[in-house]
């Protein structure tokens, strides 16, 4: 059973701050890759960020130098900071992970954490 498990959304107004967390096990934290994807409604699933087993990170251009996906690996925990948020960003975050030190396609997600901001 995988353990993701998302915090941390809200609604917040354009130009606005939201930090996500997501705590999973301890190995999933240690080992895999993680990051955030985001659904709006009608739209498809995106890759927001993810975060391999070395640290190194990467992110859907939509979301380059706003949002930053960090671990904290005595914590078991994944975050997600973003900044001067737009109403596009909003919809359903979900953790993932591919299950894999590298970051391939994600196989599985969290339930997910909603984030809404208004013009």
């Known amino acids: 059973q995988v353990q993701l498990v998302e915090s941390g959304g809200g609604s917040v107004q354009a130009g606005g701050s939201l930090r996500l967390s997501c705590v999973t096990s301890?190995?999933?934290?240690?080992?895999?890759?993680m990051g955030w994807s985001r659904q709006a409604p009608g739209r498809e699933r995106e890759k927001v960020a993810n975060i391999d087993g070395r640290g190194r990170t990467t992110y859907a251009d939509s979301v380059k130098g706003r949002f930053t996906i960090s671990k904290d690996n005595a914590k078991n925990t994944l975050y997600l900071e973003m900044t001067n948020l737009k109403p596009e960003d909003s919809g359903m975050y979900y953790c993932a992970t591919p299950q894999s030190f590298h970051c391939f396609e994600f196989k599985h997600w969290g339930q997910g954490t909603q984030v809404t901001v208004s013009s």
């Open positions: 301890e190995y999933y934290a240690n080992n895999y890759c």
